[in-house]
């Protein structure tokens, strides 16, 4: 018999009516064959409201005692969902994450899934019953209550359909599906059919709440067909699968993320292992870093700028200030009125010039960029606040994301479930379901760098950089610009091919004269490495990982830039392959179908 997950958010049961709307739709695919869990989030804005009563009682609630109020917002609307089943006359149990048995590590309010049992579950679906499952939360090996965080249910539905091998999870919602942006940011967003995991993955955490990032690595790690759609129509809405959109478009979907904070940390010793201090650090209290920039050093000294989320960003100062103090050098300095904006799509490793095409469009409105960080299927740049709306939208515009695409898709798209899926799925319950998996590590020799300093903190500069490289017929790999605060510039530095750093170098020399620049540098000699998994960034420890593997075989890295699927790192070229022996060494453990991870 085939199994259906179906995942009901807060505004999808925010009242009786809608309940009992969704009870109905959980009848009829069971009577169309399926046996059906449903995932069911609290009521409308209950956790805001039961979050909003905890800081009327103190600023500084426990971890422990959140997780144990925000958890009876499920609770509440999976009880009222059974009753609803059963006044229309079928069979249904609730079930908390405890009772199911949703086994999560300790971190309170952020905590990660280790295991699922599904006797419980599964014994109650040949039953004949309905299962509604409370989302979002899970219990320790103390029986402590946990949560997995803001959004979480998501995460908790296809985790669920992971582990009973559901033929799909569907996320019933208040939009349609998976837009090009957040419909509510923009209304000229237009709506996609189709998205891979990656290109969701990467969404998802630069911003595009409609799924918690967390879920998407589950679904990518165990090959689950996600189908996002609305609650209130039985209209198809968009896929997520291992298969991207068929379009000619190199992005698919643009994002901001409003609550960014940038730190920079300056004057720390430009030595191996020295941004592994600052950044273990942060790690250890599990902040979320991105755009980690590293400008380089001048007078000895390297300047490390990063951005975390606002509301991490107290979190982060005091656990930076402590590795200063350790270290006895360095400064802080910070910016909250900053936002993120960023283009997502795999299309962008085949097609040049996405990057430079968004330099040039946040010039033309005049909006100066603070930080830029590209990856392979990511371009994000940092912004001021207050041009957060004008950033995205000329983006969105830029890369004609409002143009609707042909609908195509009666079903799931062909090919979209992941075969080997299910070793994986073995292997995961054992060490914990949501641990790294790397698909490899590699090692780039054919590349060179070039470094701006002293760039000024101007719009246009970027693009006029990007646009003169381009049109002496040079592509550009890398790019990540960094924050110089103590003297109010920036420094910029990308790759090249190796034959062509004399030439970049040569254009950014004459740049840097026009722009009154510090001046340039260039490398021919560069490695670049790559780690590649699921779920990177959100897992800070994997830069962390990187970081102190490097600094324990002396390499210092030069340029970093992260995103869910990749982590790379440049270190100067003769250091290339030992960087790449002392890399596959600290993560053996975690490699997939290498020789180092048998
Ligand atoms: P739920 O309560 O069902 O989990 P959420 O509020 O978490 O709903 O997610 C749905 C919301 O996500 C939408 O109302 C929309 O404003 C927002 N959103 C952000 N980015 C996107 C996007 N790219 N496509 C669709 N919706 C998005
Ligand atoms: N109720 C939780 C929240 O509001 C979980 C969820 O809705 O996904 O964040
Ligand atoms: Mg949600």
């Not at 899934?113 to 019953?129: V, Y």
């Not at 209209?235 to 068929?246: D, H, K, M, N, V």
């Not at 596959?584 to 179908?593: E, H, N």
Request: hydrophobic share 45%; with cysteine.
């Amino acid at each position: 018999m085939s199994l259906i997950v179906q995942k009901f958010g807060g505004t999808s049961v925010a009242n009786p009516e809608m309940i009992l709307a969704a009870a109905r739709k959980a009848i009829r695919a069971q009577q169309q064959g399926n046996q059906v869990v449903m995932v069911v989030s609290a009521m409308g804005k209950q956790t805001d409201q039961l979050v909003d009563l905890a800081s009327q009682i103190t600023d500084r609630p426990s971890a422990r005692e959140m997780d144990m109020l925000l958890s009876t917002g499920e609770q509440v609307s999976v009880a009222l969902m059974a009753m609803a089943i059963h006044s229309l006359g079928y069979q249904a149990v609730s079930l908390t994450g405890a009772q199911i048995g949703i086994r999560t590590d300790a971190s309170h309010t952020k905590a990660r899934i280790l295991s699922i049992s599904t006797d419980r579950l599964q014994h109650l679906l040949d039953q004949g019953n309905i299962v509604i499952a409370a989302g979002f939360q899970g219990i320790d090996e103390n029986m402590n209550i946990t949560t997995l965080g803001r959004g979480g249910s998501d995460t908790t539905a296809v985790a669920l359909a992971a582990v009973i091998r559901a033929q799909s999870c569907e996320i019933f919602t208040d939009v349609d599906g998976v837009y090009t942006t957040d419909p509510r940011l923009l209304p000229e967003a237009s709506m996609l059919e189709q998205i891979s995991y990656d290109e969701m993955l990467e969404l998802a955490s630069l911003g595009a709440s409609v799924m918690h990032n967390r879920s998407i690595e589950f679904a990518k790690k165990y090959g689950v067909p996600i189908h996002v759609r609305s609650a209130t129509s039985d209209a198809p809405g968009s896929w997520i699968t291992s298969q991207p959109c068929p379009s000619e478009r190199p992005v698919c979907g643009a994002a901001l993320t409003k609550d960014e904070a940038r730190i920079s940390v300056l004057g720390i010793p430009d030595e191996p292992g020295m941004s592994l201090q600052v950044f273990s650090a942060v790690a250890a209290r599990q902040v979320t870093v991105d755009m980690i920039v590293q400008n380089i050093s001048e007078q000895g000294h390297a300047d490390l700028s990063f951005t975390v989320p606002c509301n991490e960003l107290e979190t982060a100062l005091a656990a930076i200030e402590e590795a200063l103090a350790s270290l006895g050098a360095g400064r802080v300095t910070y910016d909250e009125h900053v936002c993120k904006v960023s283009v997502v799509g795999l299309g962008m490793a085949e097609q040049t010039g996405v990057a430079e095409k968004m330099f040039a469009i946040l010039a033309a409105h005049d909006i100066n960029i603070q930080m830029i960080s590209t990856s392979e299927i990511k371009v994000s740049v940092l912004v001021d606040q207050d041009a957060a709306i004008p950033a995205l939208r000329a983006a969105h515009r830029a890369f004609e994301l409002e143009q609707d695409l042909p609908r195509r898709l009666t079903g799931p798209p062909p090919g979209a479930v992941v075969a080997d899926a299910a070793d994986v799925a073995e292997q995961l319950q054992e060490i914990g379901m949501e641990e790294l998996v790397l698909d490899d590590i590699t090692l780039d020799t054919t590349q060179g760098r070039v470094t701006i300093s002293g760039l000024p903190d101007i719009p246009g500069v970027a693009t006029r950089v990007f646009h003169e490289i381009a049109a002496g017929g040079i592509v550009v790999d890398m790019i990540v610009q960094g924050h110089d605060s103590h003297a109010e510039d920036a420094s910029l530095s990308f790759t090249v091919p190796r034959e062509h750093v004399a030439a970049a170098a040569e254009i950014a020399e004459r740049l840097s004269q026009e722009f009154s620049c510090r001046g340039v540098s260039s490398w021919s000699d560069i490695a670049k490495l790559s780690v590649s998994g699921v779920g990177l960034r959100s897992n800070t420890r994997v830069a962390v990982r990187t970081f102190r593997a490097l600094a324990k075989a002396g390499i210092n890295v030069d340029m970093v830039s992260t995103s869910e699927v990749r982590v790379n790192v440049v270190v100067d070229g003769s250091s290339g392959s030992r960087a790449l022996e002392s890399l596959r060494k600290a993560f053996a453990d975690r490699l997939q179908g290498t020789d180092a991870g048998n």
